[in-house]
């Protein structure tokens, strides 16, 4: 088994890429760090899809069982510290192939349309409620965060292998699910819009999340089916859009 102990490794500069946007799109793969993550892609994905796992030595005492048919090369803390996107890194990555881009969508199913939405954190839990609300995927749209940077991936807690992850231009896939007579439900505080307790629950639908600070792009929310809104209660000015979308999500969606 190889062992890498300098973070001047020419290999680990190669991998030290995937950190960055341009890194991932050139080498067409993109990393993970953590147990639970490896783990997570360990058992969603094919073993084509499967590049390296880089351990420190603790990291392979402790899981190397559940590595025996993979491909590992050891590493030093020194090389985790420079690989690793938190202070302290556990010292287990993964390198693993990106999926193909997807030009067209199924539109069956709970679709989570995200438009322009920036946080990592709302990400994450945005695609993890999705996950437990049976979601088919979710939809990353133009100027929202990429999914495959460190703190998104971390964020969505391998949620992301239990439902498709789609980058595409939001205007694209909304014309697509309405090719099929699906309902698209926009997000506004808007007199205009719509309460979302007088949506039945459903099966095919699209739900659209707009950005943290000023909400869905107005020209999104001239072609949605419905423009959705929670009403507030007590003093609040609003909801934090992760806390909107659970709720609405659960909502709507036939189970």
């Not at 067209?104 to 946080?119: E, R, Y």
Request: aromatic share 6%.
């Amino acid at each position: 088994m190889e062992r890498i102990n300098s973070k001047q490794n020419q290999r680990i500069k190669i991998v030290k890429k995937l950190t960055t946007a341009k890194g991932r799109k050139q080498q067409h793969q993109y990393l993970l760090e953590s147990w639970h993550l490896v783990q997570a892609a360990l058992v969603a994905l094919p073993a084509t899809d499967i590049v390296m796992i880089y351990a420190t030595d603790d990291q392979y005492l402790e899981h190397g069982a559940a590595l025996t048919d993979q491909p590992v090369t050891l590493i030093s803390e020194a090389v985790a510290q420079e690989l690793g996107d938190t202070q302290t890194p556990q010292g287990i990555f993964l390198v693993c192939k990106l999926p193909g881009a997807v030009s067209t969508i199924v539109p069956k199913g709970a679709w989570l349309l995200l438009d322009h939405v920036q946080d990592p954190g709302n990400i994450g839990t945005m695609v993890r409620t999705a996950d437990a609300a049976g979601f088919r995927g979710v939809v990353f749209g133009t100027g929202t965060a990429n999914p495959y940077h460190s703190k998104v991936l971390r964020a969505m807690q391998g949620s992301q292998f239990h439902l498709q992850v789609v980058q595409q231009a939001l205007p694209t896939v909304i014309k697509q699910f309405q090719e099929h007579q699906v309902p698209i439900y926009g997000t506004e505080l808007n007199p205009a819009a719509v309460n979302y307790r007088t949506i039945s629950p459903q099966t095919d639908f699209a739900l659209i999340m707009g950005n943290e600070g000023n909400g869905m792009d107005q020209a999104l929310l001239q072609q949605t089916t419905n423009n959705l809104y929670i009403p507030i209660q007590g003093h609040a000015e609003s909801l934090n859009v992760a806390i909107a979308a659970a709720v609405i999500m659960f909502r709507i969606t036939a189970h």
